[in-house]
């Protein structure tokens, strides 16, 4: 992708590259991250180890660790049971065990607890009976079982349970006389429906007489004439939903939940809040649709695998399993070596594909230099890796004019160069030709498309690299943005090189304006959105000025090696609004040196434009670049 090195830098890579090429390669590839944690469906970090992801994921709630490769939930700390209070409940209410469970609903009343694997209830402390003494009662004597009703009315005169299972008067300790008086004073209860007196009805003297007669009519309620106090209710308040209607209503928790009970995916509703669920716990939705209820979390998360866009979701609307689109992360290796590739794939989190150098043409008679290696695409696949080899011209343009030019010489290159890629079982092919002739336009063009037509015969997918440039200068080039964009799957937006090793003024490589305008271009040409990966460098150009501030050279440094060069050499840095990055200045040996800086937020500032143009994702010139620490952030930021 980058060719504009200076000799240093270029000398610097080749020796770390055969450095890397004799290293031992099992150890390089012991680094790879196969284990990501996530909270909810959100990913975090990845690690080399389970053990590793493990302990890193027991910091949080709701997190999971899942095998990269196959995206198999492999540990989580997911709660197994949910404690609710009047049909209300909260993350602190989760517990993994029952006991746990059950310990803490105890200290509450009117609760129930939800094995989240099952519908309705493992324990319920709901009240069974009620305790009055005359027509008055408190909220302290409500009572689950009968015998612990009783205890307490054995301290009160006059008193009286009502079971709240039939609302019926079903023991009191009233005397022969008590009773005699009750049934021998004024006639104070009533009957009411809806706030009425219900037509053909009596008013009552003892109580139960009129809680016994309330009993037969739908909806009534006993009230003091007197107080005007509502003394028993026989309202219809407990609703029974199916699919979110109502299907019937009772006036006692226990028979709406029995009814409750016959129904698939019902609930009972009391004041709004549901006191008992028939649903299962866990729905599968493909965008806002939903797909299908689970009892289990693994269930509805093999179900999801099968569709794209899809969620798991809690019955409170929590996902925990996602494979909507997020961005893609691919990374040019910028060598061929195997050590090389896994050192840099291992260093990354939350990659996608991987780009190794792997192809070059060499001759205009369509001769393929081939380096790829079969035992670093398994590796990569066994990582879920896909690897996207690229392809180059050794930016020559004299020959691949030649190139160009013959088609016998296209037609051996791409039978050679697809046959291969198809024996590696790749993902697809990734190409890099640079300093194509102008005048050669429509000729790329046309082989660009018969290479792309045999890949895709193969199943192979191709992408290519595309110049920033500018709109006003774009149909002068060799790459006719509009036409290759029907024929490739995947273009490559180069934004970089703003500035470059050639320029005549000191400037950012890619300065943020800059590279949100090349985006904006790209979408002009009516290239998909989905289709577009936006470059970023993991680089800087450094500038070198004399002291009448004339350009006298330049070079390049990779990012990780900027906070060691600063430190060095006490550059003192401004922000440059301009750019949307820090610029930063030292003096040395009577020279000025100026650079703007790649940093983690420069990086995730163009991640932020990849998303907000909604593009396919990324493109980081190159791999190796960077630092360590730099993937954490770009994994939370796909």
């Known amino acids: 992708m980058k060719k504009r090195w200076s000799l240093l830098l270029a000398l610097t890579i080749i020796i770390q590259s055969f450095a890397a090429m004799y290293a031992p390669q099992a150890s390089a590839a012991s680094k790879m991250t196969q284990y990501r944690v996530y909270q909810n469906d959100k990913a975090l970090k990845e690690f080399s180890t389970e053990a590793e992801a493990v302990r890193y994921a027991k910091q949080f709630n709701y997190s999971h660790v899942e095998k990269i490769a196959s995206r198999s939930w492999v540990w989580d700390n997911f709660p197994r049971y949910k404690v609710y209070q009047n049909g209300k409940s909260s993350s602190k209410w989760d517990f993994q065990t029952y006991n746990d469970a059950l310990a803490f609903a105890k200290t509450l009343s009117n609760v129930h607890i939800r094995d989240l694997n099952s519908i309705g209830w493992v324990y319920s402390s709901y009240p069974q009976y009620q305790l009055y003494q005359g027509d008055k009662s408190l909220a302290g004597w409500s009572f689950i079982t009968l015998d612990a009703a009783k205890k307490e009315a054995k301290k009160w005169a006059n008193a009286h349970i009502i079971d709240l299972n039939t609302n019926s008067w079903i023991w009191d300790n009233l005397t022969d006389a008590q009773r005699k008086a009750q049934k021998e004073a004024a006639a104070v209860y009533e009957i009411i429906v809806n706030g009425v007196k219900a037509p053909d009805t009596k008013a009552y003297s003892f109580l139960k007489d009129a809680i016994d007669a309330s009993l037969k009519i739908a909806n009534s309620e006993v009230r003091n004439a007197k107080s005007k106090a509502i003394i028993h209710s026989n309202k219809a308040s407990y609703k029974v939903l199916q699919n979110g209607k109502q299907i019937f209503e009772f006036a006692t928790l226990q028979q709406a939940v029995k009814d409750a009970k016959r129904w698939a995916n019902s609930e009972v509703v009391f004041e709004g809040n549901v006191l008992w669920s028939g649903y299962p716990y866990y729905t599968v939705y493909q965008g806002e649709k939903k797909l299908k209820h689970f009892t289990t979390r693994q269930a509805a998360v093999d179900y999801a695998k099968g569709y794209s866009n899809s969620t798991a979701r809690t019955l409170d609307e929590r996902i925990i399993w996602s494979n909507i689109k997020s961005l893609i992360y691919l990374g040019w290796n910028g060598s061929s070596a195997a050590a090389t590739i896994h050192n840099h794939v291992a260093n990354t989190q939350g990659l996608n594909i991987d780009s190794p150098t792997w192809f070059e043409l060499t001759k205009a008679d369509g001769t393929l230099k081939d380096s790829s290696d079969p035992a670093v695409v398994k590796a990569l696949h066994d990582k879920g890796v896909l690897v996207m080899p690229l392809i180059h011209n050794q930016f020559d343009r004299t020959m691949t004019s030649e190139f160009l030019a013959n088609s016998e010489a296209q037609k051996k290159f791409i039978t050679a160069l697809v046959n291969r890629l198809a024996a590696l079982g790749v993902y697809g092919v990734n190409i890099d030709f640079e300093e194509v002739s102008g005048k050669d336009r429509k000729a790329y063009t046309a082989f660009v498309t018969k290479l792309a037509e045999a890949a895709h015969a193969k199943k192979l997918k191709v992408s290519i690299d595309l110049p920033r440039g500018s709109v006003s200068w774009n149909h002068l080039t060799a790459y006719d943005h509009a036409a290759l964009a029907p024929v490739v799957d995947m273009i490559m937006i180069m934004a970089y090189d703003e500035h470059w090793s050639g320029s005549d003024k000191a400037g950012s490589v890619a300065s943020l304006p800059w590279v949100e305008e090349g985006i904006k271009q790209f979408l002009d040409y009516g290239i998909p959105r989905d289709k577009l990966m936006l470059g970023i460098p993991f680089y800087v150009r450094e500038w070198r000025l004399d002291s009448t501030g004339k350009l006298v050279d330049n070079r390049a440094i990779i990012m990780k090696e900027l906070p060691k060069l600063i430190a060095e050499t006490g550059a003192s840095k401004i922000?440059?609004?301009?750019?949307?990055?820090?610029?930063?200045?030292?003096?040395?040996?009577?020279?000025?040196?100026?650079?703007?800086?790649?940093?983690?937020?420069?990086?995730?500032?163009?991640?932020?434009?990849?998303?907000?143009?909604?593009?396919?994702?990324?493109?980081?010139?190159?791999?190796?670049?960077?630092?360590?620490?730099?993937?954490?952030?770009?994994?939370?930021?796909?």
């Open 575 to 638: 922000y440059d609004a301009a750019a949307g990055q820090y610029k930063y200045s030292y003096v040395k040996n009577g020279h000025t040196h100026l650079f703007w800086a790649e940093t983690e937020d420069t990086v995730l500032a163009r991640i932020n434009l990849a998303k907000k143009y909604d593009l396919a994702g990324v493109a980081a010139w190159r791999l190796g670049y960077e630092s360590n620490e730099l993937w954490t952030k770009m994994l939370r930021a796909k």
